[in-house]
């Protein structure tokens, strides 16, 4: 079973960028397709952004589209969210996913098989 674990959010000023890490343990992460979704003080968790197996082909919210980037490294097991034009809305707790069952897929989706802990990102006005 894979352990993903993220790191390097934080606060950031409006305008800002800050780049997310997604490492993974005990399996390859070669296998799925990664997501990132985000959850907001009493809001739903929402989907930011998705990338396939091979790193081919991603989306994204249209919230975020054109200011966040999901890119990975197989060779060092990590998926990563480049966050840049920070906006206070942005504020949230982001969680990376990966997906084994759909590994091509790189649409929208809320159903994975594994998820990390999160990590605070607070943008300020």
């Known amino acids: 079973q894979v352990q993903l674990v993220e790191s390097g959010g934080g606060l950031v000023q409006a305008g800002g960028s800050l780049r997310l890490s997604c490492a993974a343990s005990?399996?390859?992460?070669?296998?799925?397709?990664m997501g990132w979704l985000r959850q907001a003080p009493g809001k739903e968790r929402e989907f930011v952004g998705r990338?396939?197996?091979?790193?081919?082909?991603?989306s994204y919210a249209d919230s975020v589209k054109d200011r966040f980037t999901v890119s990975r490294d197989n060779a060092k097991n990590t998926v990563y969210l480049q966050m840049n034009s920070l906006k206070p809305e942005d504020t949230a707790v982001y969680y990376c996913a990966a997906d084994l069952r759909r590994p091509w897929y790189s649409g929208p989706a809320y159903e994975y098989d594994h998820w990390g802990q999160g990590t605070q990102v607070t943008v300020s006005s």
């Open positions: 005990r399996r390859t992460l070669s296998e799925y397709a």
């Open positions: 990338i396939s197996w091979r790193g081919d082909s991603t």
